[in-house]
């Protein structure tokens, strides 16, 4: 299994970006996927996820801005970000679960600053 995070880069404040996650199998043979972020000097978080039936949580911190989709013909999970804040620079990281085995992308950067 591989996951090609993309998308990341600089933004100001208030600015959006949008997140792609290209897996090499159906997205649909995981049983979650989902969005985490690492900051410096921070612990790894999960920030947005979704199920296999498409149910979707979010991190409190991000309720409302941040937004996760999928493309099941693109085998490509989404994380369309908004109203973007310096707090949310990190590097994020895409996750698969199938079953007890976390597959992880390489992650992608995202800064946030004017």
């Known amino acids: 299994v591989q996951l090609q995070a993309s998308g990341g880069g600089l933004v100001q404040p208030g600015g959006s970006l949008r997140l792609a996650c290209a897996a090499s199998?159906?997205?649909?043979?995981?049983?979650?996927m989902a969005w985490y972020r690492q900051a410096p000097g921070k612990q790894r978080e999960k920030v947005a996820g979704?199920?296999?039936?498409?149910?979707?949580n979010y991190a409190d911190s991000v309720k409302g801005r941040l937004a996760l989709s999928r493309d099941t013909s693109e085998n490509t999970v989404y994380l369309q970000m908004n109203s973007l804040k310096p707090e949310d620079s990190a590097v994020y990281y895409c996750?698969?679960?199938?079953?007890?085995?976390?597959?992880w992308g390489q992650g992608t950067q995202v800064t946030v600053s004017s």
């Open positions: 996750n698969a679960r199938l079953f007890r085995t976390d597959y």
């Open positions: 979704i199920s296999l039936g498409g149910n979707r």
């Open positions: 199998q159906s997205i649909l043979s995981f049983n979650d």
